[in-house]
């Protein structure tokens, strides 16, 4: 993101983020700008009926005509004389209602505040929720997080400057316009100090605006290092690599640290600025109300006490357009996220595929290529296989060579640059992902457990399950003999990760999940690469147990799970193609095992384009 340049440019930035608090607030903005009027206009009023208040004290308390002002003499109509204890009670009940205003309208902002917070983060939230699979994984997950927490909390203070930026414009224009029924010409020269030293305060407001860039970039690579960082404690913590972190997490602070002193010595420096103007022109201010226009002491006491209120709203305005140019680039972050995630989400419209009849014959790779956009060429090249229902399918091949990219296709996450995949014959197009992810279950490599009850976990996969389900679901996991003994069985909280079970106890406990989902295909991500064989034993009896009951795809390396396939499936690394720019793609060779030679399509038994 380019640094701001311009005031046109910046004037444009708030008006953009202005309109869209403004329509995100659904009216409320409206009515809060509407009780701002009114509270500044009785205010106003009650400051007016000072004048009189002053001259009925200087004459000992006697009736006054209303003459001296048009609109506090419209209040009692023209040439009409009051006494002190009438204009008491009018200064009183307009001090009231604007008291009355004032508490309406610091509701109505602070809901609207809220509301409009609470509408980008839901708008972002669900905009990553509904994003393809393809996007949400080349996206760092600590710029996610980034954007749903800090970036959010900083939008929220944008909004807060925005409401005092209008607050302020609003009550320098009503202030300045009650001055003029005193005094036009000392009201003019109040606006051209202020408005002189606002334009005078430019370069501070580029600075903080410069700032906000180089914050927003700090904090997003701060994330990212703290959540590396906490993700690899415990290799740091072997290699002893602790101090090479905090020295990056220094250098950072230091940056930013750096660009801050520089903006609040730019800052301070406005408000020195702001403060001996301010001295000066109160200096020449009472001289020329004196000495050249000789107003009464009435008028100049009131004059005085609008420019003590007018004044600060200058500063106010300066200080919430820093603010506010300071926290705008994570709105500008958070807005191109959401348009981003909005711009490449899956099809929810068309015929669910969950709605049909059940997957009984066969899942078929039809010539399927995949490459990541960023990637240097094919992860998958013109992949033809079938995979039959009912029966246990192995995918192996070496680290790298696309069998997780496969699985991500095969349930449905990840949609192939070419070819096509087919669930019984049906197309499996954008429109049908998320109702054929309705009929797959899932147990990836690392295994992901709340900090709740083994019952919470399990309803992860199946909300509405009963309480008989899910014990058969752990009885066909295995998993109901160790969770019978636990103190508290399925109301027994697994703690963070599910550090209190071991692993083992973690993956038949995931597996578990995943069955009690129904579903007809079962697909394990290298689900057993980290246990150890004795454990790998037990979800391999667990998995010999389904066979038949449903469709399941393991990805794996080990012998002890590739042996329990009724069909083989290895990817290796191809020749150079002869066709193309040149690039080594990646081709399907077919190991089946000697039982399952047989179960293969005769069009799925050939290498693909470029094989051996």
């Not at 409206?30 to 009023?45: D, K, P, R, W």
């Not at 005078?200 to 860039?213: M, Q």
Request: glycine fraction near 8%.
């Amino acid at each position: 993101m380019k640094p701001w340049s311009g005031r046109a440019e910046m004037i444009a930035r708030i008006g953009n983020f202005a309109r869209f608090i403004i329509r995100h607030t659904r009216g409320r903005a409206l009515l809060a700008l509407l009780f701002l009027l009114l509270g500044s206009l009785t205010e106003g009023v009650s400051i007016l009926l000072l004048i009189p208040l002053l001259q009925m004290a200087g004459q000992g308390g006697g009736g006054i005509a209303m003459t001296d002002l048009p609109l506090v003499g419209s209040l009692f109509g023209p040439g009409m004389h009051v006494t002190l204890v009438p204009l008491l009670g009018c200064f009183l009940a307009f001090v009231t209602a604007q008291a009355v205003f004032t508490r309406f309208r610091t509701v109505q902002m602070a809901q609207m505040m809220q509301l409009c917070v609470d509408d980008i983060r839901l708008r972002l939230f669900g905009a990553i929720g509904l994003a393809r699979w393809r996007l949400i994984a080349k996206t760092r997950g600590s710029d996610i997080q980034q954007a749903l927490s800090a970036d959010i909390e900083r939008i929220r203070a944008a909004t807060f400057n925005l409401l005092l930026l209008m607050q302020a414009i609003v009550m320098v224009a009503i202030y300045s316009a009650l001055a003029t029924l005193v005094s036009l010409p000392m009201t003019l020269f109040a606006l051209a100090v202020g408005c002189g030293v606002l334009i005078a305060l430019y370069p501070v407001r580029r600075r903080a605006a410069h700032f906000g860039e180089v914050l927003t970039a700090s904090l997003r690579q701060q994330q990212h290092m703290v959540s590396e960082f906490l993700g690899g404690m415990k290799l740091a913590k072997a290699y002893n690599a602790e101090a090479g972190y905090v020295a990056r997490m220094t250098a950072m602070l230091g940056d930013v640290r750096r660009e801050m002193v520089h903006f609040a010595r730019a800052a301070a420096n406005g408000a020195l600025v702001f403060q001996l103007t301010g001295a000066v022109a109160a200096v020449g201010f009472i001289y020329v109300a004196v000495a050249i226009l000789h107003l009464p002491l009435p008028r100049i006491a009131v004059l005085l006490f609008l420019f003590v209120r007018i004044g600060p709203r200058f500063t106010m305005i300066q200080d919430a357009i820093q603010q506010l140019l300071s926290n705008l680039p994570a709105f500008d972050s958070a807005r191109a996220m959401t348009i981003r995630f909005e711009g490449d989400r899956e099809s929810i419209d068309g015929p669910a595929l969950a709605l049909l009849l059940p997957l009984t014959r066969e899942i078929r790779f039809d010539r399927v290529s995949f490459r990541y956009p960023d990637g240097d060429g094919d992860i998958l090249r013109d992949a033809s296989f079938v995979i039959r229902a009912g029966e246990i399918t192995a995918i192996t091949g070496p680290s790298g060579s696309g069998k997780s990219t496969m699985a991500d296709i095969i349930m449905g996450l990840a949609e192939p640059d070419t070819g096509q995949v087919l669930i019984d014959g049906r197309l499996l197009d954008p429109a049908s992902l998320r109702g054929w992810r309705e009929r797959v279950a899932y147990v990836p490599q690392e295994i992901f457990l709340l900090n709740d009850s083994i019952a919470a976990n399990l309803a992860l996969a199946a909300p509405d399950a009963t309480e008989a389900a899910k014990w058969d679901a752990l009885e066909a996991s295995g998993a109901a003999g160790f969770v019978r003994s636990l103190p508290d069985g399925l109301a027994t909280v697994v703690a963070d990760r599910g550090i209190r079970l071991s692993g083992g106890e973690r993956q038949r406990i995931a597996l578990a999940r995943a069955l009690l989902r129904k579903p007809d295909l079962l697909l394990l991500d290298e689900a057993t690469s980290a246990l150890d064989p004795a454990n790998e034993r037990l979800i391999v009896k667990s998995l010999d147990r389904l066979r038949g009951s449903m469709t399941i795809v393991i990805i794996a390396h080990r012998a002890q799970m590739t042996t329990l396939a009724d069909q083989l499936i290895t990817i290796e690394p191809a020749q150079a193609l002869e066709t193309g720019e040149g690039r080594g793609g990646r081709v399907i060779a077919f190991r089946p095992p000697q039982r399952a030679a047989q179960a293969l399509a005769p069009s799925s038994t050939r290498p693909a384009s470029g094989g051996e």
